[in-house]
């Protein structure tokens, strides 16, 4: 007969007091017992935490939605906080005629909602070379999956009129490093919004309040924060994100450039290196994330073997195009040592690689587009580890 848990025998405190009332959280915080769910930025990655990047905690989170305050920040020029009564947008270059914006002007358009990722082109660069961060929160973390609510890009185009000559948008941010990147219109046309809401509430100041380009499918580094401007041109402009930066150098010396869409990728979140395996041998829940830049994630592959034998998991929640997907492999862990691995397969049929398979191609120099397969070794403890299989 095993001994009386106090956990059920005894009187909790929770259950000796009367709890706070309605009004001590107007706005809601989670449980301080999850205070420890943070993003959290790597010191020695960036010279200084102004023009920095921090990252989703993957490992804590579960569906296909990111919260608000965990969706990870990567800004060039620190936060930029704008006053809504002076916030203006303007479309001007090539155009039958300039027109400026105000943020009531922009919620008097129709709006349209999707779930979108965000993924930084520079996510899982640090692991280019070799396995190098503990955790899926640094090697994946530089993504967030958010619902967004908006005015397609297409309908204030058309209010400004396009000229014939007008091929390619340049969107402009408000803040100190008035980010620009050169989109071709027809992307523009297609599913852009001009967004000022994320999973229903205001956009937050880190995330571009009160107005961000959303590109869907394509990198991070194109989704324009704190939205003041969009000229029109006939070509594009090869500013500084374009050329020095987000372009990749191949091993014969060319660079790729203009790699605009988000291969499809996956990883699993736990078990992973901040989130052991605790409980011991036994029934086991392995889940992870997967997505693609064009289009949705029909199959994802998991092995527990470092890719000897691979078994197919299961989705479960939503799956929209150019959106995050969660999936599940429930098994009974012997506890002997497992390499766990996932592969993405997207709705065009293009599988995810392994990371040598990608080198081969791209060689070691680059830092963008690293969308190979992340393998966690576990030991007979449950504790896991960043490697690499070959
Ligand atoms: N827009 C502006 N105005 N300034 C910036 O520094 N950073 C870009 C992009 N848009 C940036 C910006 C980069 S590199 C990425 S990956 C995404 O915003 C990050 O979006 P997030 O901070 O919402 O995660
Ligand atoms: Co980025």
Request: glycine residues 10%; proline residues 7%.
């Amino acid at each position: 007969q095993a001994a009386p848990d106090p956990a059920i025998t005894e009187l909790q405190p929770w259950q000796q007091y009367l709890g706070e009332g309605v009004d001590a959280r107007p706005y809601g915080m989670p449980s301080e017992h999850e205070a420890h769910v943070v993003r959290r930025d790597v010191p020695w990655l960036t010279a200084d935490p102004v023009s920095s990047v921090n990252f989703t905690p993957l490992h804590e989170l579960d569906g296909i939605i990111t919260p608000n305050g965990l969706c990870f920040e990567r800004h060039h020029g620190g936060i930029a906080e704008i006053d809504p009564g002076a916030y203006r947008l303007m479309i001007n270059g090539l155009v039958d005629t300039p027109l400026v914006f105000t943020l009531d002007d922009l919620k008097r358009f129709p709006r349209e909602n999707h779930a979108y990722f965000l993924e930084c082109a520079a996510n899982s660069g640090m692991e280019w070379r070799g396995a190098q961060l503990n955790g899926c929160q640094f090697t994946h973390g530089m993504i967030h999956n958010v619902m967004y609510t908006g005015v397609p890009l297409r309908l204030l185009l058309e209010e400004a009129g396009i000229k014939t000559a007008g091929k390619w948008i340049l969107p402009e941010g408000a803040d100190a490093s008035a980010m620009t990147r050169s989109i071709p219109l027809e992307k523009a046309l297609d599913d852009c919004l001009v967004a000022f809401k994320m999973n229903g509430e205001a956009l937050r100041p880190e995330q571009g309040y009160p107005v961000r380009l959303v590109v869907p499918g394509w990198e991070g580094n194109m989704w324009v924060k704190w939205l003041r401007r969009i000229e029109i041109g006939d070509q594009p402009w090869h500013h500084r994100e374009e050329t020095s930066k987000y372009t990749d150098l191949l091993p014969d010396g060319q660079a790729r450039r203009f790699t605009w869409e988000m291969d499809a990728k996956s990883v699993i979140t736990n078990p992973s290196p901040q989130a052991p395996i605790t409980h011991g041998p036994g029934p086991t829940v392995l889940t992870g994330i997967a997505w693609s830049g064009r289009g949705t994630i029909p199959r994802v592959d998991v092995t527990l073997d470092g890719g000897a034998t691979w078994a197919r998991a299961r989705m479960s929640g939503p799956s929209f195009d150019k959106s995050m997907h969660r999936f599940y492999y429930e098994f009974d862990w012997d506890g002997r040592p497992l390499l766990l691995q996932s592969r993405a397969h997207d709705s065009t049929g293009y599988v995810q690689p392994t990371k040598d398979m990608l080198r081969e191609v791209r060689g070691e120099n680059s830092i963008y587009h690293n969308n190979g397969i992340q393998t966690w070794a576990v030991n007979e403890q449950g504790v896991a580890e960043n490697v690499e299989v070959s």
